[in-house]
């Protein structure tokens, strides 16, 4: 598997950030701006596998990396332009890894509040992966079963409700195309309501509709119970999407997740998830570095201990196993295990 960046993403990445690199370094601008970046990859060995052509695979991959420049631009305004990139995860492509933007917007901040315009984070999951901080392992699951898409092209608005800034409001416009270009009429709403029931425990509401052509609509309903505290994390999320269709009864996916953690010592920090799925998941044979079966019902389940070598290094040994059940097929698939050990590191 080839890991160079393709030519058109190496001539654009430079383009845009070899000034910036520059004149950050070089500090000609009064205010340069922050540059940073993160990647996180795997070693990796696929165990066991409902398919046979992926059973045994092992090798190395690079599931996120990330390049940002954040600009202050006085008081009010800010903006980012954010880089990503990622292997294949398909277990068949040997693309070469192809930069995009994940993120180019303009903010404004004033009384507590903040409007975004450009192509911006939704409310969908980002709460959640900066609450409990396992992103580097696995995604939210929303994310890992594609119910949502983590930035759209549109307009946010969010901010606190309360004068003790307990309770919190996320409104988002879209396009409901993520980080393509839209070819629909409809658009995508989005809502995350948070209250801070303690200093530690945090309970969100969200919900979301978009707007797909010919009568195939999406819904979403998502509640998160949240613990963090100095050396323990915890969560508790249900959702519930459904999915219209032009012909019969709409599709549901539902998904109930457990998550926790524990710190054991300064430099070790153990952990589980398990989600609990109703539903076979559309398209699960298209989730990048798993490919699921979609003709069953999976339970997931990830294990593991992250170490922590310095504040931005992390090393993470872990296991994914995916049980299946009620399955469309006379004999089930067989159950998927996944052995890892993912490196995380943050700079700026």
């Not at 004149?23 to 165990?47: C, E, M, R, T």
């Not at 153990?270 to 003709?295: E, Q, T």
């Not at 040994?317 to 469309?328: L, M």
């Amino acid at each position: 598997m080839k890991y160079e960046t393709s030519k058109p993403g190496l001539r654009l990445s430079a383009t845009l950030f070899l000034p910036l690199l520059a004149a950050h370094s070089l500090g000609q601008a009064k205010d340069p701006g922050q540059i940073s970046g993160l990647f996180f990859g795997d070693y990796y060995n696929v165990s066991q596998h409902h398919n046979s052509a992926i059973k045994g695979m092992n090798g190395f991959w690079f599931r996120r990396i990330y390049l940002t420049y954040d600009k202050k631009m006085d008081d009010r305004f800010s903006a980012r332009l954010r880089l990503e990139a990622g292997s294949p995860g398909d277990f068949t492509s040997t693309s070469t890894l192809q930069p995009f933007f994940k993120d180019v917007y303009l903010a404004h901040t004033q009384n507590g509040h903040t409007i975004a315009f450009g192509l911006i984070p939704t409310p969908t999951w980002e709460g959640v992966e900066n609450a409990l901080g396992y992103r580097p392992v696995e995604k939210t699951p929303l994310d890992l079963y594609k119910m949502g898409e983590a930035r759209d092209q549109g307009v946010s608005f969010r901010g606190a409700l309360s004068a003790d800034k307990k309770t919190s409001y996320w409104l988002m416009l879209g396009n409901g195309s993520g980080t393509k270009g839209k070819a629909t009429k409809g658009l995508a709403t989005y809502l995350l309501l948070s209250h801070k029931l303690t200093d530690e425990v945090t309970l969100d509401a969200y919900a979301d509709q978009w707007d797909k052509p010919g009568h195939t609509d999406w819904r979403t309903l998502q509640a998160n119970l949240m613990y963090v505290g100095k050396t323990s994390r915890a969560g508790v999320l249900f959702a519930e999407q459904r999915r219209q269709n032009t012909s019969g009864p709409d599709t549901k996916v539902r998904v109930t997740s457990l998550y926790l953690d524990s710190k054991a010592s300064e430099t070790a920090r153990p952990f589980i998830r398990v989600d609990f799925l109703s539903d076979p998941v559309p398209g699960a044979d298209k989730i990048n570095y798993l490919a699921l079966s979609p003709d069953a019902i999976p339970t997931f389940y990830v294990a593991g201990i992250e170490f922590k070598l310095s504040q931005d290094v992390k090393v993470i040994p872990n296991i994914e196993y995916v049980s299946y059940r009620d399955s469309k097929l006379s004999s089930g698939p067989k159950n998927n295990v996944f052995f890892r050990i993912t490196v995380a590191c943050s700079f700026k």
